[in-house]
């Protein structure tokens, strides 16, 4: 059984830091491309940074420079880093992980910014 458990989501305050963390179990973690999505209340959700097999990774421009992905193939973890936070960053974070037709989500965590 396939599993992504996201933690690290919380409420902090705009310039803050958070680090989002993502376990997998089930997969044969190292060949998946990893990714985190976001989805506002009333938005579709949407890609925020990836990183695949090769460590190459790619962000959206909103978050380019204040987000950093990184992985963990002995751990089967994959991690948001995300500091300069802005309210506009208010979201459910989602794991994603993808390796050919198979594609698997977490249940998302919670990031909140506000003063």
């Known amino acids: 059984q396939v599993q992504l458990a996201e933690s690290g989501g919380g409420l902090v305050q705009p310039g803050g830091s958070l680090r989002l963390s993502c376990a997998a179990s089930g997969i044969n973690f190292r060949l998946y491309t990893m990714s985190w999505y976001r989805q506002a209340p009333g938005t579709q959700r949407l890609l925020v940074a990836r990183?695949?097999?090769?460590?190459?990774?790619f962000y959206v421009d909103s978050v380019d420079g204040r987000f950093t992905i990184s992985r963990d193939n002995a751990r089967n973890t994959v991690n948001l880093q995300m500091n300069s936070l802005k309210p506009e960053d208010t979201a459910v974070y989602y794991c994603?992980?993808?390796?050919?037709?198979?594609?698997?989500w977490g249940q998302g965590t919670q990031v909140t910014v506000s003063s």
């Open positions: 990183i695949d097999s090769g460590n190459i990774t």
């Open positions: 994603f992980a993808n390796f050919v037709a198979a594609t698997y």
